[in-house]
């Protein structure tokens, strides 16, 4: 089977799970709906300042609830030993990292379609009008997130402590992300809005660099 | 006991025989390794603060300069080793690779520390505040939680083997970032001097400063080199220790199913 074949049958599989159970997509979206109030009540900004901390405040909440549903896509395999199966399938194993890494990116996308209008009016800001481009650079390190998340997930699902420790290798490695999806949607929401090249070839760079990386390592951790 | 068992035994007690031997004539050259790198790291304190001319603009605080600029190469070159370690642990699943990446990662880390520590109090007279988040320092701080990182993962898997391959993994997808990391937040913003050495025309130190630094060097790079060589060690032991004690396990639950059998 082809590598796309393949990688489509492991996401099919997914959305499969996750249309039945509904359980990663309520959890994130409660979670970025509670994160959104929070910030609110502990900074209590006005327009202006709504303005420069908003761009933070949703990368920073859709980092955290990144890593909070990136924990379960490899633990909800043990449970029933269902990896053991994906692994003798006849597939590439790149292809199971590959499906999970797509239907990680799809929860997070349709997380944040439902929460940037959201994010908009409880912070009055007005996105409307670049909503295009913001998407497009929300995407781009939402993808950076979901490639690298899955892998550390599969990396972490049978280390001791792993709620705690996916993150703390995570978040780090995902700096670069950070700033540049920061910057990027700072010029957007600013006075003049626009993109500043520079920061969206980081943010596509990081997920070249990142696809080829879990490409070639992709067998060393599917493995066993 | 079978045959078989004393077979076992014997090679056991070869193993040990031979790491005594080894260890007793090795230890004498890196004893004498230590003492000469200590002496080295003891002179070269003594040429910063006594030999090298005092700095116009900056004064005494410039001083730190030798250790800074020395221990940040050392940290990044251990960086740079601990990443082959971990491809060189992909490519051939010889244990020997993991030890070295773990070695050079944590003595890395100690030197990015010390990197991390004394840039700070250098800047506080210079540039008026203890911290700015520039492209280095930032990269030198992401550097650090990344390989953080990386040793909180290998307490956290115990089978020496998993561990091996999974560490390596995150070694390499750390490393990959340290580049990216500057990148991005050079574009974002930069305070820290340019390079003074090899940093393009008008670059460049007074020669007597730069003795002093190429010794400075030399004797934090010998230190690089001995405590990575006993670190490897370390982990080379703690595998035999391991290897010992689950032998033993093995016999012990035999000599047990022998006497239920009787």
Known sequence: MSLTRSTGAVLAKELKIELRTHDLTNTVLFFVLMVAGLFSFAFSPTVQESRRILPGLIWLAFFFAGTLMLQLCFVREQVNDTLAALRLAPIDPSAILFGKILANFLFLVVTEIVFVPIFSVFYNVNVWPVMGQLLLVLFLGTFGLSVVGTVFSAMTAQARMRELLLPLLLLPVLAPVLIAGVEATSELLGAHPGIGREWLSMLGGFDVIYVTATWLLSGFLVEE | ?262
């Open chain 2, 1 to 262: 006991m079978g045959p078989a068992g004393d077979g076992q035994r014997q090679q056991i007690d070869g193993t040990v025989q031979e790491m005594e031997m080894t260890t007793k004539s090795k230890q004498r050259v890196w004893g004498l390794a230590w003492v000469a790198t200590a002496i080295l790291l003891a002179l070269a304190g003594y040429a910063i603060f006594f030999v090298a001319p005092r700095e116009l603009t900056m004064g005494n605080i410039q001083r730190i300069f030798y250790v800074h600029v020395a221990t940040a190469w050392c940290g990044f070159i251990a960086f740079f080793i601990s990443f082959f370690g971990c491809i060189g642990y992909l490519a051939s699943r010889q244990m020997e690779w993991d030890w070295l990446a773990v070695a050079t990662a944590e003595v890395g880390l100690m030197f990015t520390t010390v990197v991390l520590i004394t840039g700070p109090v250098w800047a506080k007279p210079v540039w008026g505040v203890w911290w700015v988040w520039d492209a280095r320092l930032t990269t030198a701080f992401i550097l650090e939680m990344l390989y953080i990182a990386y040793l909180l993962l290998r307490k956290m898997v115990t089978e020496p083997g998993r561990r091996a391959m999974i560490s390596a993994v995150f070694g390499i997808f750390a490393f990959l970032d340290v580049p990216l990391c500057y990148f991005s937040i050079r574009w974002w913003r930069t305070l820290h001097p340019a390079p003074v050495i090899g940093g393009g025309p008008g670059s460049g130190i007074n020669p007597v400063m730069w003795h002093v630094f190429l010794f400075g060097l030399a004797g934090f790079l010998a230190l690089t080199v001995i405590l990575v060589r006993d670190r490897y060690r370390m982990e080379a032991l703690r595998q035999k220790i391991s290897e010992l004690a689950a032998d033993l396990e093995e016999r012990e639950e035999s000599l047990e199913s022998k006497e239920v059998t009787r």
